[in-house]
């Protein structure tokens, strides 16, 4: 369960109407509350389908979409690592997903 999200109705209603036409980015200086918009919307969406998280951490930007390597069950995941097949592994783990939701929260934190 996401954590309470106090007088902050008009941005998850803003939020949901930009889903429902295909998209949201969220950005801003850190620790107003980007990261707990996200979960809470993520909640919201994850009642119409499947919502897929990614977090961000230190090594993210080191390796190529390795956050999004967390999507895939062990026996997916090239061995390789090659970025197109890691790529093309995540783009079918993420058929019929109904938000992917991408959070640097963890990456900011560590700095």
């Given at each position: ?80 690592r090659d ?29």
């Amino acid at each position: 369960m996401p954590p309470a999200v106090v007088s902050r109705q008009a941005d998850l209603d803003r939020i949901a109407e930009l889903l429902s036409q295909g998209g949201a980015l969220l950005h801003g200086p850190a620790g107003i509350g980007k990261s707990v918009l996200l979960r809470s919307a993520a909640a919201s969406a994850g009642r119409r389908g499947e919502v897929a998280l990614v977090e961000g951490n230190e090594s993210s930007g080191l390796v190529p979409l390795d956050a999004f390597t967390a999507l895939l069950p062990l026996e997916e995941l090239p061995a390789d690592r090659d970025p197109a097949r890691v790529a093309a592994a995540v783009r079918r783990r993420l058929e019929g997903v109904a938000l992917l939701a991408v959070d640097d929260e963890s990456q900011q934190e560590n700095k």
